[in-house]
């Protein structure tokens, strides 16, 4: 269903919380619109400017975004489970304790200003991001695919990586506190100078895995699969950890 401009501007101006889902909302002007709590399933905000809209808390499950311009937009707490995101920019977008579970991030712009804190990445595709210096504290990488993705420098505090893929995943000089890494598959993992403090990798496949000049501090490695992992030399000293976010 398409809109005119006078009926677009009528819904937008009617009491919240709004209920515009599988509207055709391509290649509109948005900006700093309030959508919080809306109801926008399957709506189609394809090449549409939503820079510094409010979508906090809003239902967007299987909204499609491609190409869309999200710089500054607040989706705290909103539900994108399934949305499509290629193409779109997510340039300082907060995406705090959102639902983005299965979404595909591969072909998204963004950069470290997106805030991804409490976020529900389970399920997702970020194979082959480059994600250096991220911070995800809290964030939930269930069943995730990290596959080669970049994650060097990256501070991952309480992050929830069970059963995740990261095989061949860069996190050289990551910092891991308290991260959960139970039966993911590290494969091939680089832990090069990484921080590693109360980090859970028990029941993980690590084979192959390259943990030389890490930190390590009440690491679990228990039922781990550590063959051909290479582990710190206790006569060399860790790398110093990254300190410039």
């Known amino acids: 269903m398409e809109l005119t401009k006078s009926q677009l501007i009528d819904l937008l101006n009617r009491p919240k919380p709004l209920w515009l ?3 055709d909302l391509s290649e509109g002007k948005l900006s700093g619109a309030n959508f919080q709590g809306a109801n926008l399933e399957n709506t189609n905000f394809t090449k549409t400017d939503l820079s510094d809209v409010i979508m906090s808390g ?3 499950a299987e909204v499609n975004l491609e190409n869309a311009i999200l710089l500054g ?3 705290e707490n909103a539900d994108l489970t399934g949305a499509q995101l290629n193409g779109a ?3 300082g977008t907060n995406f705090s304790g959102a639902n983005l579970a299965q979404v595909d991030l591969r072909k998204a ?3 470290r200003s997106a805030i991804f804190s409490y976020a529900k990445l389970s399920n997702a595709n970020l194979s082959g991001m480059d994600l250096e210096r991220f911070v995800f504290c809290s964030t939930d990488f269930s069943y995730a695919n990290l596959s080669k993705t970049i994650l060097a420098k990256a501070v991952l505090i309480q992050a929830e990586c069970e059963s995740a893929n990261l095989e061949e995943a860069v996190l050289l000089q990551a910092i891991l506190t308290d991260a959960d890494f139970r039966n993911a ?3 091939s993992a680089n832990f090069v100078g990484a921080c590693l403090i109360r980090t859970n990798f028990s029941n993980a496949d690590l084979r192959g895995a390259d943990f030389r000049y890490s930190f390590m501090y009440e690491t679990n490695f228990d039922n781990a699969i550590l063959d051909n992992a290479q582990m710190p030399d206790p006569t060399q000293s860790p790398m110093p950890p990254v300190t410039n976010f």
Request: proline share 0%.
């Open 109 to 111: 712009n963004l950069d």
């Open 58 to 60: 809003a239902k967007l």
């Open 73 to 75: 937009a607040d989706l």
């Open 89 to 91: 920019f997510l340039f």
């Open 21 to 23: 889902n599988g509207l």
């Open 185 to 187: 598959n590290l494969k």
